[in-house]
């Protein structure tokens, strides 16, 4: 019997994480073409800002998302999420329990759970009240090299399994991001292949593409 989890905000399409870029008004010109070419969740990820770079620009993304109704995901830091207004935060397996996140966000926030290569932790991730859950990598990263590697296989496994939105990530491009969406992905979670695209909005275009063509697996 597949396991549901309220959402307030449906995780799909195009999943854009930023880049570490403290130039925050490139960031917001590169971003406004990722969301001009339909990318329907943001996640803001900055590892190597500081707290007041951080503040700055999750706040410049929130009023940007608004402008275009996109889900604004914050990694990492669930009170930065709520001090922005967020839609959610996304947890990794260091930053902290579903519950404590929970407690800051109350019950309309959305709480994404990395779950890796692991099926077992996605389905308690779920029971314990998360709202979409992340896997991967499953193609070599650039961002994260040393990431755990995830089988296409995986996706059928929790596709049949949890009624919850699933995101996948790791080196994903418009050429093998497609088997990626057939195999139950509904969502693709770039960086790379979008941000460092010649034209991001035509990129953010293709990759959004990708779900408009229909899952045949």
Known sequence: MKTTSAKRRV????YAITPDWADTAELLRKTRLALQG??????????????????QQALALRQLTREF????IVNDDVHLALQVGADGVHL????????A???????????????YNHAP??????????????FGAFFPSSVKPEAVKADVQLLRTVR?????PIVAIGGITLQNGAALVEAGA????????????????????????????????
């Open 11 to 14: 995780i799909k399409g195009l």
């Open 38 to 55: 339909g990318a329907q969740v943001l996640q803001y990820r900055n590892k190597l800002g500081d707290a007041a770079l951080r503040s």
């Open 69 to 72: 109704d996109t889900t604004l």
């Open 92 to 99: 990794g397996g260091g930053d902290g329990s579903i519950a």
């Open 101 to 115: 996140a929970r407690s800051v966000l109350g019950g309309a926030g959305i709480i994404g759970v990395s779950c």
């Open 121 to 134: 932790l996605a389905r308690e991730a779920v029971r314990q009240g998360a709202d979409y859950m992340a």
């Open 160 to 164: 049949a399994e949890l009624n919850v």
């Open 186 to 217: 509904d969502a693709l979670a770039v960086i790379t292949a979008l941000w460092d695209a010649a034209d991001i909005e035509q990129a953010a275009r293709e990759f959004s593409n990708l779900f408009r063509q229909g899952r045949t697996a």
